[in-house]
Nanobody, 116 residues
Framework: QVQVVESGGDLVQPGGSLRLSCVVS????????VGWYRQNPGTQRELVAM???????YHADSVKGRFTISGDNALRMAYLQMNNLKSEDTAVYYC??????????WGQGTQVTVSS
């Protein structure tokens, strides 16, 4: 059994910072990719950032220069450092883990609200 758990969401003022964490646990062979997505009600889930086990990194244009994805060597822990937050960053943020031989696993999400 595999579990993916996010934490770190909060209410923050525009211009503020948050750090989201993602823990991948359970019967995991190896984590190939960890991704952070976000979603608002009635909209499609949007890829924010992705980190692969070979070191490849992706950040969406909308967050480049403000958000940074990182993780430990095994990608069992992943983080999303979010700086200079804007109201349009408000969403539920989800962590996805792609695991060798097992497929995709998702966390339950953590709410980020940017408001004054």
């Amino acid at each position: 059994q595999v579990q993916v758990v996010e934490s770190g969401g909060d209410l923050v003022q525009p211009g503020g910072s948050l750090r989201l964490s993602c823990v991948v646990s359970g019967s995991v062979t190896s984590v190939l990719v960890v991704g952070w997505y976000r979603q608002n009600p009635g909209t499609q889930r949007e890829l924010v950032a992705m980190l692969a086990d070979d070191g490849d990194i992706y950040h969406a244009d909308s967050v480049k220069g403000r958000f940074t994805i990182s993780g430990d060597n095994a990608l069992r822990m992943a983080y999303l450092q979010m700086n200079n937050l804007k109201s349009e960053d408000t969403a539920v943020y989800y962590c996805q883990a792609v695991i060798r031989d097992l497929g995709d696993y998702w966390g339950q999400g953590t709410q980020v609200t940017v408001s004054s």
